[in-house]
């Protein structure tokens, strides 16, 4: 199995975009997110991204992690965990699992911030498809 590239632009079943843009060669990557959801049900901003994926030397297709941070809309974080698949064809795909972290109001509130939920993403082309 052939190790799946995290680099470039991905978009999700929820049709947010995702770019990795900077990967490292200890896993370590970086990039930017633009969701097209909120909680507030307002605009979203362009979210750095940061993360790590496995490096694997003999078949299997590598797991990561990354975590976003919507600061410049939000006091929300989510972090994600997944894998990345290639089929038959070579098309690639994320199976990600999220954790989002609302800002509480209070310590009471706490039980209430943390949703879970999948996302799957694909590569999304530029220039065809
Ligand atoms: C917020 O609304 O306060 C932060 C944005 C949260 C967007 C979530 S993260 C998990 C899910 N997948 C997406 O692409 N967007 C939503």
Same mark, same amino acid.
């Given at each position: 199995?052939?190790?799946?590239?995290?680099?470039?632009?991905?978009?999700?079943?929820?049709?947010?975009?995702?770019?990795?843009?900077?990967?490292?060669?200890?896993?370590?990557?970086?990039?930017?997110? $633009? @969701?097209?959801?909120? &909680?507030?049900?307002?605009? %979203?901003?362009?979210?750095?991204?940061?993360?790590?994926?496995?490096?694997? /030397?003999?078949?299997?297709?590598?797991?990561?992690?990354?975590?976003?941070?919507?600061?410049?809309?939000?006091?929300?974080?989510?972090?994600?965990?997944?894998?990345?698949?290639?089929?038959?064809?070579?098309?690639?795909? $994320? @199976?990600?699992?999220? &954790?989002?972290?609302?800002? %509480?109001?209070?310590?009471?509130?706490?039980?209430?911030?943390?949703?879970? /939920?999948?996302?799957?993403?694909?590569?999304?082309?530029?220039?065809?498809?």
């Amino acid at each position: 199995a052939a190790p799946c590239q995290l680099n470039g632009l991905w978009r999700n079943d929820q049709d947010s975009l995702m770019e990795i843009s900077v990967s490292r060669d200890n896993g370590d990557f970086q990039g930017q997110y $633009l @969701t097209r959801v909120t &909680l507030s049900g307002g605009c %979203a901003q362009i979210s750095p991204l940061k993360g790590t994926q496995q490096q694997l /030397g003999d078949g299997g297709w590598p797991t990561f992690a990354f975590t976003v941070r919507w600061d410049r809309f939000s006091n929300a974080t989510t972090a994600f965990v997944g894998q990345c698949f290639v089929d038959a064809d070579g098309k690639e795909m $994320l @199976t990600t699992t999220w &954790l989002l972290r609302e800002a %509480a109001e209070s310590l009471e509130q706490d039980w209430k911030t943390t949703r879970v /939920g999948r996302n799957i993403f694909t590569r999304k082309h530029t220039t065809r498809g």
